[in-house]
T-cell receptor, first 113, second 114 residues
Framework: DAGITQSPRHKVTETGTPVTLRCHQTENHRYMYWYRQDPGHGLRLIHYSYGVKDTDKGEVSDGYSVSRSKTEDFLLTLESATSSQTSVYFC????????????FGSGTRLTVV | AQSVTQPDIHITVSEGASLELRCNYSYGATPYLFWYVQSPGQGLQLLLKYFSGDTLVQGIKGFEAEFKRSQSSFNLRKPSVHWSDAAEYFCAVGANTGFQKLVFGTGTRLLVSP
C-alpha cells in the first residue's frame, strides 16, 4: 500500500469520553484529510490539513478537532464523544503537483455507546 | 458549491453482463473526476480518474468511464462483470488544482448475481 496507516482499527467508547484517532503516512504528502462514512451519506469531509500546523474545517466539523504537529501525523479528536459520532473514519493523503487523487487508509470503525 | 449525485443506491447485475454506474456532478469549472471502489470492510481504492484530454478513460480491473461535459456526467462502465466486482462504488469531483478537496457521491452498491 501507499504507506498510510490508521489506528486504532476498531474502538468502542462511552458517550462523553474523549477519543483520538491517528493517521500516519510515510509518503511525505503535504495534504491530509479526515472523512467520515455513513450509510446514505457517502464520505463527508470533517477536517483537512494543507501543511504542518495548517488545518481547516470541512462540512461536518462540529464536535471534532484536529492537530498536525509534523508532516506524517494527523490526529482527529472527539472531545466528548456522542452516539451520532458512531461511524467509520477514513484518513486520506494527496500531494500538490500530482494528479493522483487521494490515497486512503483502511479506516477506523468507532462505536460510541 | 461542487456536488456529486449517484442516483442508484443499489444495482444488481448478472455475472457476465455489462455494467453502467451513473454519476452526475455540479462544478463551476473544469473538474477532476474520480471513481473509487470499496470492498466490504476495506478502504477506498482508485479505479480511474479524468483530468483532461481524451474523454474516455481506462482504469484498473477492466473499468472505463466517459466524461461528458454537456451532460455533467462521468459514468462508469464495464463490458462483463465478474462476481469479484461486487462492492460499493463512489464517484468524486475535485478542483483542477494541486489541492483537491474531493466531494464524494453517496455511493452505489453493486450486487452480482450468478
Amino acid at each position: 500500500d501507499a504507506g498510510i496507516t490508521q489506528s486504532p482499527r476498531h474502538k468502542v467508547t462511552e458517550t462523553g469520553t474523549p477519543v483520538t484517532l491517528r493517521c500516519h503516512q510515510t509518503e511525505n504528502h503535504r495534504y491530509m484529510y479526515w472523512y467520515r462514512q455513513d450509510p446514505g451519506h457517502g464520505l463527508r469531509l470533517i477536517h483537512y490539513s494543507y501543511g504542518v500546523k495548517d488545518t481547516d474545517k470541512g462540512e461536518v466539523s462540529d464536535g471534532y478537532s484536529v492537530s498536525r504537529s509534523k508532516t506524517e501525523d494527523f490526529l482527529l479528536t472527539l472531545e466528548s464523544a456522542t452516539s451520532s459520532q458512531t461511524s467509520v473514519y477514513f484518513c486520506a493523503i494527496s500531494d500538490p503537483g500530482t494528479t493522483g487523487g487521494y490515497t486512503f487508509g483502511s479506516g477506523t470503525r468507532l462505536t460510541v455507546v | 458549491a461542487q456536488s456529486v449525485t449517484q442516483p442508484d443506491i443499489h444495482i444488481t447485475v448478472s455475472e457476465g453482463a455489462s455494467l453502467e454506474l451513473r454519476c452526475n456532478y455540479s462544478y463551476g469549472a473544469t473538474p477532476y473526476l474520480f471513481w473509487y471502489v470499496q470492498s466490504p470492510g476495506q478502504g477506498l481504492q482508485l479505479l480511474l480518474k479524468y483530468f483532461s484530454g481524451d474523454t474516455l478513460v481506462q482504469g484498473i480491473k477492466g473499468f472505463e468511464a466517459e466524461f461528458k461535459r454537456s451532460q455533467s456526467s462521468f459514468n462508469l462502465r464495464k463490458p462483463s462483470v465478474h462476481w469479484s466486482d461486487a462492492a460499493e462504488y463512489f464517484c468524486a469531483v475535485g478542483a483542477n488544482t494541486g489541492f483537491q478537496k474531493l466531494v464524494f457521491g453517496t455511493g452505489t452498491r453493486l450486487l452480482v448475481s450468478p
